[in-house]
Structures are given as structure tokens and as C-alpha cells.
């Protein structure tokens, strides 16, 4: 077996050492005799595959006692939808702050049901800054804010927390969530598709300040409705089984691995390699991202010329480094760097794309 380099920006590359434990363990789990899988989610084994899921993020992330947790079906934009949902009135007005693709989307989800407002928006640069918070307007009787801390697509990342006030912050983290230290006590809600740096497809962790869930919100199906989903372990219906059991695997490899200030490190060094392949390339390659805002996650850039990607990318296959193909809204090259991706793999990007250059220049 010849695993290659995946860059892929989700599904996203997971950990070899958590693959080979669910390939151990896919037709029995512990002396279960069945797999995680099979088993009843109500059941003794994976009830305690949950706890300690739990228990191990917060011990990863630093999670308070006064927040929740809570493991949800389906990804962000599911999220997106019922924030307004559990957390503003009918029509309350809501402010987001707009750098790049998923914060669009953000607002797309919510505009059904409270007043949107735009605080602030890099939108007319393209989305290649985050706005000064000085020049943001906020509301004072807004339900929250909400950013994107990591844009997957524009390849933008807040590496400062907003202030935003006595109005609580959410942010959806689903592309740099465990890259690094994180104050969750920053924020009034913390989201994350775990298809990146947490696991796989199929499930989205909430973090979330159990006063919120005080709020009456809007009518909602009980379904939808996280203070319900927090009284029932996050398990009002049948939850993704496997995709829980996987992301407790990806949490505990990353405890083993050092925690959030060893990837923190190993996610600086990586990003400065390939930034430094972009930037040292004489123009052959591109990022327009304003460079204290890169993102270390997700690496946008663009060849000289568009007529030599299809090159790059065949190349790039053969050199067993797939996924690096730009997401369809903009265009280029994207490789996504996150935690499970080795700094080997990072240095061999970085040494294909110099020998492309010296071949095509």
C-alpha cells in the first residue's frame, strides 16, 4: 500500500495511526462481539466511547465547566441554520462579519429568520483581508456576532479574538479548531464540522456557554433544539455512531501527539514552508491573502499561468500529492495543511512545486 500526500480540504486527510486502530478494531470492538458500529448507541460500550470522547476534547481544548458539548449530525451549515434558531428572537438582528465563502453562507442560512446585518466585509477586495476591527459595526442589541475564524476557500484566518462586547461571539471553527490554543471563554458558541482536524464526515461538534441555552429562541422542531439535545447526551435520535467513535480516536492521537501547542508549532513550520515556496517563486506562483492574516490551515495560490494547471495537478499526482486542486469558487491550487498532514508532506509540496517552476519557467 502507497498512501499519498492528501492536501484535500475536507474529507480531509486523517492520521495513519487512527486509521490502523479503526481498521483493528472495524470487526470487534474490544470483547464487545460486534463492531463500535453495530453496536446500540444507547449500549454500555459506546456510551462509554462518548464520555470519554468528551472528556478527552475538553481536555484538548481547555474547555470550561460553564460551556457545553454537544455532538450533532450533519456539518456547519446545519449549525449556521439553527444558531438563529436557538439563539435570537424572531427578527432580532444578528451581525456577521463577512471574510470569504462560508461566511456568506453563514448568512444565507440565518437570513430566513432574524435581521441580518452585515458588520463589516472584506467582499470588495475579494476577500483577501479581515476588515479592521475599528472600522466593524456592531449592534448593541444584537443576538451575537459571528465570524469565521478559518475561511476554508479564501484561505483568510483571524489570529486575533474580536471584541465584540457584552454581545457573545460565535465563531465557526471548523477549519482551524485544534490547530492551536484557543480561549474558548472568548466566546459565546464554537462550532466545527469534524471533517478537517477532528475526524470525519457526518458530525459537527457545538461548544457552547450553557447560559445561552437559557434563551428562548424561536419555534423549532425538538430536534433542532440544542438545549433538548444537551439534556439527552446529545443523543435524541440515533447520532453518527462511527463518526463519534472516529473523532475520539483523532482527539486522543492528538493528546498523545503533544496537545494544541505541539500541532501549534508543527502548524507554524508547516505554513512557513509553503508560504515561503509561494513567496520566494519570483510571481511562477501567487497568494493575494494579506500575510498576517494567512490562514496556516489552507493555502490558496495560483500559478502565472492558469494554462499550466492541469500540468501542475497531473504532475503533482504522479509525485503522490493529490487534493490540491482550488475549490471551483475561485479557482487556482489549494492545499490544506491541517494537523494530520505531516511536515514530510509539507516539504514534499514544497519541493515539487520548486522542480515544476525549474521545468515550466
Known amino acids: 500500500m ?5 492536501f484535500s480540504a475536507g474529507p480531509a486527510t486523517l492520521p495513519e495511526a487512527v486509521l490502523r486502530q479503526a481498521q483493528a478494531e472495524l470487526l470487534e470492538f474490544g470483547d464487545a462481539g460486534a463492531s463500535i458500529v453495530e453496536l446500540s448507541h444507547r449500549g454500555a460500550e459506546f456510551m462509554e466511547v462518548a464520555q470519554r470522547t468528551e472528556a478527552e476534547l475538553r481536555a484538548l481544548l481547555s ?20 444558531l438563529p434558531l436557538n439563539f435570537a428572537h424572531p427578527g432580532q438582528r444578528c ?13 444565507k442560512q440565518a437570513a430566513a429568520v432574524v435581521d441580518v446585518h ?4 472584506s467582499e470588495a477586495t475579494g476577500f483577501d483581508r479581515i476588515p479592521a476591527d475599528a472600522d466593524w459595526q456592531l449592534s448593541k442589541d444584537a443576538a451575537y456576532v459571528h465570524v469565521t475564524a478559518n475561511e476554508t476557500i479564501h484561505g483568510v484566518e483571524f489570529r486575533d479574538v474580536p471584541t465584540t462586547g457584552d454581545v ?9 479548531i485544534a490547530s492551536e490554543p484557543l480561549d474558548v471563554s472568548r466566546y459565546g458558541a464554537i462550532y466545527a464540522g469534524a471533517q478537517k482536524n477532528l475526524g470525519p464526515v457526518g458530525i459537527t461538534v457545538l461548544i457552547v456557554r450553557r447560559d445561552l441555552l437559557q434563551r428562548a429562541g424561536q419555534p423549532r422542531a425538538d430536534i433542532f433544539d440544542y438545549g433538548l439535545q444537551l439534556a439527552a447526551g446529545s443523543m435524541l435520535n440515533t447520532p453518527p455512531s462511527w463518526n463519534w467513535y472516529m473523532l475520539g480516536l483523532t482527539v486522543r492521537w492528538m493528546l498523545d501527539e503533544g496537545g494544541v501547542t505541539e500541532f501549534a508549532a508543527r502548524n507554524a513550520r508547516k505554513a512557513a514552508t509553503l508560504y515561503r515556496a509561494i513567496d520566494g517563486s519570483g510571481g511562477f506562483y501567487r497568494n493575494a491573502v494579506d500575510p498576517p492574516v494567512r490562514s496556516r490551515m489552507n493555502v490558496p495560490f495560483f500559478l502565472h499561468d492558469a494554462s499550466l494547471d492541469g500540468a501542475f495537478l497531473a504532475g503533482a499526482r504522479e509525485a503522490g500529492l493529490i487534493g490540491l486542486k482550488g475549490h471551483k469558487v475561485v479557482g487556482g491550487m489549494r492545499a490544506s495543511i491541517y494537523n494530520a498532514m505531516p511536515e514530510a508532506g509539507v516539504q514534499a509540496l514544497a519541493a515539487y512545486m520548486a522542480d515544476f517552476m525549474h521545468e515550466r519557467g
Open 2 to 6: 502507497s498512501r499519498a500526500y492528501n
Open 63 to 82: 474547555i470550561p465547566d460553564d460551556y457545553a458539548v454537544l455532538f450533532t449530525a450533519g456539518g456547519a451549515t446545519t449549525v449556521q441554520a439553527l
Open 95 to 107: 451581525d456577521y462579519v463577512l471574510t470569504g465563502h462560508w461566511g456568506r453562507t453563514a448568512v
Open 118 to 121: 452585515i458588520a463589516a466585509s
Open 168 to 176: 457573545p461571539l460565535f465563531a465557526d471553527f471548523s477549519s482551524s
